[in-house]
């Protein structure tokens, strides 16, 4: 975790106390809730270990959202920024240490440290960019291209969760992205990959 914050604010040893005197230091187990929809999500958690999705039940069916990695950041921040309920669920895909922090200590260390404000103010950005660079993939990037990006970029999901998780992130059924896969497979290479 110090690593991360020195790479975002180069914190000096007494913030970086600060910070770590206020986390909480969580375990979930594979397939364990970590979060339900409904409650505003007024906590913040950075995975030190493990995977975490975040995904919304509609007409009872299950829409997955995002997926935090070890070393990520993880929080609703729709609902932490406006406190309002929270749509979506978190769930522990295999087993993941993780450390919280309530919205109360995170504007505490705001208001005494001003370097935790250029933290906030770059998470925000992260998880705007984020939302942007996926929306800009459903608008323009056809399944394969999609699927090639997430491999590139997170090619430790196609080894750790089961497929149909994989497919509902990517916005298809599972039976469209055995195709897909099997013709990466197939052609492995594309050059255009970003």
């Known amino acids: 975790m110090r690593d991360v914050l020195q790479r975002l604010a180069a914190f000096t ?8 005197s206020l986390a909480t230091r969580r375990t979930a187990h594979e397939k364990q809730q970590v979060m339900i929809a409904g409650p505003p999500f007024t906590r913040l958690w950075f995975v030190a270990a ?3 999705r975040a995904y919304r039940i509609i007409d009872g069916e299950d829409f997955t959202y995002f997926f935090f990695t070890a070393q990520d950041f993880a929080v ?3 609902s932490f920024l406006t406190e309002q309920a929270s749509s979506l669920y978190f769930e522990a895909l295999v087993e993941t240490e993780y450390y919280e922090w309530s919205k109360a200590d995170i504007l505490r260390l705001y208001d005494q440290h001003p370097r935790f404000e250029r933290l906030g103010r770059l998470m925000a950005e ?3 960019l984020s939302a942007a ?10 399944l394969e291209m999609r699927y090639r990006k997430l491999l590139a970029k997170n090619p430790q999901l ?3 969760i089961p497929q149909y998780h994989i497919a509902s992130y990517l ?3 599972p039976q469209s992205l055995s ?5 990466v497979a197939h052609y492995p290479g594309r050059a255009d990959i970003k």
């Open 50 to 52: 493990g995977l975490l």
């Open 133 to 142: 660079e996926r929306l800009m993939q459903h608008q323009t990037d056809d």
């Open 158 to 160: 196609f080894l750790s």
């Open 179 to 183: 195709r897909i896969r099997a013709r």
């Open 171 to 173: 916005g298809v059924k």
């Open 76 to 78: 609703d921040y729709q």
């Open 126 to 128: 992260r998880a705007y």
């Open 13 to 20: 040893p007494e913030e970086l106390r600060a910070i770590e």
